[in-house]
């Protein structure tokens, strides 16, 4: 079954930066497209980053723009999200997320805190 395992996150202070992992099984990891997602409390979840299989072309949303970067390696069935110049807007906890269903398939989640 697909099995998708975040990690990485933490508690930093503004401007510093992160690196959250994603191991992805149960699929064929380089085919698929692979996403990040974020869910602050009272907010609904949104996308942040993704990156599509072959090519690796990259799209994010505005809010990360320039700050963040999502990557892959399909030697280790691993996305990476690196978070640079993070800010206290950025608190949330993120998500990867794989398609194959109605929604796509969701980690457990990691917690990110930006806060002096």
């Known amino acids: 079954q697909v099995q998708l395992v975040e990690s990485g996150g933490g508690l930093v202070q503004p401007g510093g930066s992160l690196r959250l992992s994603c191991v992805a099984s149960?699929?064929?990891?380089?085919?698929?497209?692979m996403s990040w997602h974020r869910q602050a409390p009272g907010k609904e979840r949104e996308l942040v980053a993704i990156?599509?299989?072959?090519?690796?072309?990259?799209n994010y949303a505005d809010s990360v723009k320039g700050r963040f970067i999502i990557s892959r390696d399909n030697a280790k069935n691993t996305v990476y999200l690196q978070m640079n110049s993070l800010k206290p807007e950025d608190t949330a906890v993120y998500y990867c997320?794989?398609?194959?269903?109605?929604?796509?398939?969701w980690g457990q989640g990691t917690q990110v805190t930006v806060s002096s």
């Open positions: 997320n794989a398609p194959g269903r109605p929604g796509g398939y």
């Open positions: 149960g699929f064929t990891f380089r085919s698929s497209m």
């Open positions: 990156i599509f299989s072959a090519e690796g072309r990259t």
